[in-house]
């Protein structure tokens, strides 16, 4: 909340909510909590986040990082370590070793306090990696709504042949990652 507006009324600050922009729909408001998890990440590759959503309520958050208690790559010192990997168009990928995708978290932390995830959405702001869309789909996961592509070409069969349904949601004033 911003300091000028402290003085005014209930009613007038209120009112300076609407002055920032209409009111989000679900999908930007759940992206939204996307990006802002993303800011959490310590993989210096990049950062996401991740939010599991089932009837308009956040049942799990994620965002990439290495496991609890060890070094993140972006601590004093500490560096990504990237291994590659061949895709079968034989295209290269790179991956950082010591980093959890968001989505697997926010699937961990589900697990770990026993919330169940089955038949909810994620937000992810990017789209998953075939690795994780694959654990998502065996979760129950029944929608992936993604903000940026990420070598989208490699989940397109599997997307379709399992029909995880996959849905762009950008945020104008916070979409990027
Ligand atoms: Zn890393
Ligand atoms: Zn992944």
């Known amino acids: 909340?911003?300091?000028?507006?402290?003085?005014?009324?209930?009613?007038?600050?209120a009112g300076s909510v609407s002055l920032?922009?209409?009111?989000?729909s679900w999908n930007e408001y759940f992206m939204s909590v996307a990006h802002l998890i993303s800011r959490r990440a310590t993989c210096t590759r990049g950062h996401?986040?991740?939010v599991i959503v089932r009837e308009n309520n956040i049942?799990?958050?994620?965002?990439?990082g290495a496991p609890s208690a060890l070094p993140h790559c972006s601590d004093n010192g500490g560096t990504c370590?990237?291994?590659?990997?061949?895709?079968?168009?034989g295209t290269i990928e790179e991956n950082c070793v010591n980093t959890i995708h968001a989505e697997i978290n926010a699937i961990?932390?589900?697990?770990?306090?026993?919330?169940?995830?089955?038949?909810?959405?994620?937000?992810?702001?990017?789209?998953?990696?075939?690795?994780?869309l694959k654990v998502?789909?065996?979760?129950?996961?029944?929608?992936?709504?993604?903000a940026n592509p990420y070598k989208i070409e490699h989940i397109a069969?599997?997307?379709?042949l399992s029909g995880i349904q996959l849905v762009q949601v950008t945020v104008d004033s916070i979409g990027r990652s």
């Open 157 to 160: 069969e599997l997307v379709k």
């Open 1 to 13: 909340m911003s300091e000028e507006k402290s003085s005014l009324s209930c009613c007038s600050v």
């Open 136 to 146: 998502l789909i065996n979760v129950g996961i029944k929608t992936i709504y993604y």
């Open 48 to 50: 996401i986040g991740a």
């Open 108 to 132: 961990a932390q589900a697990a770990k306090h026993g919330v169940s995830i089955r038949d909810s959405g994620i937000y992810i702001t990017s789209s998953p990696c075939i690795h994780c």
């Open 20 to 24: 920032q922009g209409e009111r989000l």
């Open 59 to 64: 049942l799990s958050t994620g965002y990439n």
């Open 81 to 89: 370590r990237i291994y590659k990997s061949i895709h079968p168009d």
